[in-house]
């Protein structure tokens, strides 16, 4: 095995109004050909910026130094132009989006083709045929045919294997793939991460996986390097790291994800704060202001990245000065580094849920959308069904959840509920009270106030010309509630949701995105509603924020009695914060009922799939599971009945 | 400004007793007088009104006297700003032509840009037919040779400064500004924000003044501004053709094209109402820059309360 990408020191700074930032302060790893290295961290931990470097496509105002040697020729200090003539023949990229890294206006062939002769001369009729050999070999049926498809022709799974078949075109000594399936549904990423594997193989090559999914590490990467502000802060062999765990933030990070393979209850692990800004650092741990077992130490000087033995016996560096008195299970001293946050048990979940009212029911919920053709006068030539006719009902302290990838037809649900649109053969009641029976205004902004909702993003979903307070007060205006009652509830409600009252009269922006998501939380109870619909509200944030918003939610439900009606793609949080659980696909529930029968016993074939496709954070459990694959394109799970 | 997070439940210590909240206008403000150029501009602007106002009363002639021993005199201690070819004197013309300036190009920017906010802003909340119509209508507005229209008009009604100005909002000024606004709209209309408000059960008026025109605030100020230099300009451009404010009512613009032909001559009689014209336009652009900060929550003063 020889050493195909070495790092060492590796620091990179921009300048910026506010400073100097420093996005990358130090990385130092050795690659070899075969091997494939994760890169975890959070956002703004450099890890994207790492791999930029190593490409050589950072913006000409950034600095860098240290030395990276690829190939046995150092990178740094090269001119564009040599670096083209590098890259070109030993390294590929794979970027995120699969949606913009292809260039609309050029054929799939044209791109593939322009991938193989641009650093080496090559027939044009061989060119083809290797093109049409990578499109085969990246799994494009009629790959013939497929090369003279446009992008737009392609599903955003489909792109991103083209974008794989460019990678491998010139059979590159090293992958750099940041964050290759964070844009794709969870069915597609499997597929994706199987082929990467494939494509590895094939080339030989050295892989560097940059993401934010310790699941993904955990089935792909043989080393993975945390990062954390721009440092690594945790280096190890993947078993290692999992089952080895020392630096605090790698516990952290662990802890703080849901896990869809583990049946019981249990609050997850918030890591408090946020991460530094990356300006004038000071000469201390940068974890030190989050870490629950810092000690005056920890702020004196920042912690080198230092060998370490375990049982594990592999090589193992943390920074973190009481890295030796943590032993394998994250415990220290006899107690866990993180301690276990307590939510409150709900007096609701005593009473049988038949015996509960029902606060949310849906009857033959359907919509459908007109296709319209003609450029005057349109006429309609045929319909789309994006929801079939679906039935369910929530009550009250429970939570339902619906599942499913993009366009299964669940945001179109959530649409439909919170428009309160009447329907032709069916119904929605909130509370009792059937929409169709809305006749006024004064009626509709009466059954408002028992539904609210809380959206994805926790930026947009925040007027940015108002401030907090304005913000969580309106709803209460809108039903008419007096001032001082509002400044009253305003507090109450910043309190509740574990933010300081004082901060009311700020705008959205100067808080954090798990902050911001806290203040649409506060703002969906003003009214004090019955049902919460929660529009994927934790998709948008970071792994430690998440936990602490999902925790939030747990203790909300509980003590407020809501019911909740949440909607997401990620199935591990669907398990640890739903009761009952929809599996939607293709407009219509292939499955529903108790959230543990669900996932511990799926019976219809999509389920199976949906569950064997997310990955674990644990690379023995990860490895070794039986993995369910759905064709790649043209499959019909609907079509296959539930046995 | 060092925001930490707050864990699960926080327990509150003590409730603030005091109700006061730091109110939106008290805030603008707060930030707006922080802007040292806007602060210029208001100080300018200031002068400049109460020169139109107060120059009439403190001068010793009316705008309309003629004073036929003082013929295109330059300025002395008789008459501050020299006097034109008939004896009018320079200085109570330049203020009453600036009082009359300032008062159709107030009107008429914040005409226009009322009109076209809420036309603009309506129609893409509000969607379906009434916006298809009230789009029909901007884009014919588009196509009519609108100054033309305008020429005619303000000659008929015999150079009535009040015609002029409510002719320039409706027939000249807010169809472009709207169509813009319009565009803009469209996408805010999507954001999660006004589906939020919409939720909680606002009304269509109230969202759109509430959040959808607060967020364009921007725009509107810089129309807002445009609005008065256009408008100056526009009524110069009438007056210098002979279509706008007729004797023996006088504005910046007529004062103006008089005082160009006599720009060798008697360069006083240019350069007093182009100088009060400038400044004019100048305040209303530093004014609308330090407007523009203090209500762009991204701008500089970065949320900062």
């Known amino acids: 095995m020889s050493t195909v990408l070495s790092v060492r020191d590796l620091k990179v700074s921009f300048p910026s109004e506010a400073g100097r930032v420093d996005a990358v302060r130090g990385v130092s790893f050795d690659l070899e050909a075969g091997k494939t290295l994760g890169i975890v961290g959070e956002s703004g931990s450099g890890k994207s910026v790492t791999s930029l470097a190593i490409m050589g496509l950072l913006d000409d105002n950034a600095k860098i130094s240290g030395s990276i040697m690829f190939d046995g020729k150092e990178l740094i200090g090269k001119s564009d132009k040599q670096l083209s003539v590098i890259r070109g023949n030993g390294m590929a990229m794979v970027f995120q989006d699969p949606l913009t890294s292809l260039t609309p206006v050029f054929t799939i062939g044209d791109q593939l083709i322009e991938a193989l002769t641009v650093h080496r001369s090559m027939p044009k009729k061989q060119a083809w045929a290797r093109a049409v050999e990578l499109l085969q070999l990246v799994g494009i049926p009629e790959a013939e045919r497929r090369m003279k498809a446009f992008p737009h022709e392609f599903s955003g799974g489909m792109r991103q294997r083209v974008v794989i078949a460019i990678a491998m075109a010139n059979d590159p000594k090293l992958i750099i793939a940041d964050e290759p399936t964070t844009a794709l549904d969870v069915t597609i990423q499997a597929q994706i991460l199987e082929l990467m594997d494939k494509a590895q193989e094939e080339t030989g090559a050295a892989m560097m996986i940059i993401t934010h999914d310790m699941g993904v590490v955990a089935k792909t990467a043989d080393d993975v390097l945390v990062m954390y502000a721009g440092k690594p802060v945790e280096q190890a062999p993947v078993r290692e790291l999992f089952y080895r765990t020392r630096m605090p933030y790698s516990i952290g990070l662990l802890g703080a994800i849901p896990r869809v393979d583990k049946t019981e209850k249990v609050p997850l692990i918030p890591i408090k704060g946020n991460p530094p800004l990356l300006i004038n650092l000071p000469d201390a741990c940068p974890f030190a202001a989050r870490c629950p077992i810092a000690i005056d130490a920890c702020l004196q000087r920042e912690p080198e990245l230092l060998p370490i033995t375990t049982e594990g016996h592999t090589n193992h560096s943390v920074a973190c000065i009481r890295a030796n008195d943590i032993d394998d299970d994250g415990m220290i001293g006899g107690l866990p580094v993180y301690p276990v946050p307590e939510i409150p048990e709900s007096p609701l979940t005593r009473t049988p849920r038949e015996e509960r009212p029902i606060t949310l029911e849906a009857v033959n919920l359907s919509k459908s959308f007109p296709l319209m053709k003609g450029a005057l006068f349109k006429r309609k030539v045929g319909e789309v069904h994006a929801v079939k006719g679906i039935s369910f009902d929530v009550r009250q302290g429970e939570t339902l959840a619906i599942v499913g990838e993009s366009g299964s037809g669940k945001t179109t649900t959530l649409l439909q509920i919170m428009d309160l649109v009447p329907q032709e053969n069916g119904d929605i009641r909130i509370g009792g009270k059937s929409v169709a029976d809305i006749k006024n205004r004064t009626e509709e902004r009466e059954l408002r106030r028992d539904l609210q909702i809380v959206f994805q993003d926790p930026m947009g979903a925040l007027d940015p010309r108002m401030t907090v307070w304005d913000i969580i007060a309106e709803p209460m205006f809108a039903i008419g509630m007096s001032k001082d009652d509002a400044f009253d509830r305003v507090e109450e409600l910043m309190g509740l949701v574990g933010l300081d009252p004082a901060h009311s009269d700020r705008f959205p922006q100067a808080f954090s995105g798990g902050q911001r998501q806290r203040i649409g939380i506060a703002r969906a109870l003003a009214t004090n509603p019955k049902v919460v619909v929660l529009d994927e509200p934790v998709s948008a944030l970071d792994v430690s924020i998440q936990a602490g918003v999902i925790n939030l939610l747990d203790e909300l439900k509980s003590k407020l009695g809501l019911s909740y009606l949440f909607v997401a793609h990620d199935l591990a949080v669907v398990r640890h914060i739903a009761d009952r659980v929809a599996v939607m696909y293709k407009g219509s529930f292939v499955e529903h009922g108790d959230v543990d029968q669900v996932f511990d016993d799926p019976q219809h074939p999509y389920t199976k799939a949906l569950l064997s496709a997310i990955p674990i954070p644990d690379p023995d459990i990860e490895r070794t599971r039986e993995r369910i694959i759905l064709p790649v394109e043209g499959f019909d799970a609907s079509a296959v009945a539930a046995n | ?305």
């Open chain 2, 1 to 305: 400004m060092s925001l930490e997070s707050i864990g699960v439940s926080p327990e509150i210590s003590e409730r603030p007793k005091s109700r006061k909240r730091t109110s939106m206008l008290t805030l603008y403000t707060r930030r707006f007088l922080r802007n040292r150029g806007a602060l210029l501009g208001i100080v300018i602007l200031v002068l400049l009104v109460l020169f139109a106002i107060i120059g009439p009363l403190i001068s010793p002639y009316s705008h309309t006297d003629l004073d036929f021993l003082a013929l295109r005199q330059a300025p002395s201690s008789e008459h501050w700003f020299g006097t034109n070819g008939s004896g009018n004197d320079n200085f109570a013309q330049v203020a009453v032509g600036l009082q009359r300036s300032i008062m159709i190009a107030v009107l008429v920017a914040v005409g226009t840009t009322i009109i076209s906010a809420i036309v603009g802003a309506t129609a893409a909340y509000f969607g379906g037919a009434y916006e298809r119509i009230m789009l029909v209508i901007i884009h014919f507005m588009m196509v009519v040779p609108n100054f033309l229209i305008l020429a005619m008009i303000s000659n008929d009604a015999g150079g009535n400064w009040l015609v002029i100005s409510l002719v320039m909002i409706f027939i000249v000024g807010w169809f472009f500004p709207a169509r813009i606004i319009w565009t803009l709209s469209l996408s805010l209309r999507e954001r999660e924000y006004i589906h939020a408000a919409r939720y909680a059960g606002l009304s269509g008026m109230r969202i759109v003044i509430r959040h959808m025109l607060p967020n364009i605030g921007s725009l509107l100020v810089i129309n807002f501004t445009l609005g008065v230099v256009t408008a100056v300009l526009t009524e110069t451009s009438l007056s210098f053709l002979g279509f706008g404010v007729k004797l023996p009512d006088v504005s910046l613009g007529a004062l103006i094209g008089y005082g160009s032909s006599t720009l060798v001559s008697a360069p006083w009689l240019f350069f007093f109402p182009a100088a009060a014209l400038t400044l004019l336009t100048v305040s209303m652009a530093l004014i609308a820059d330090g407007l523009r900060d203090a209500l762009d929550p991204t701008s500089a003063a970065g949320g900062r309360a």
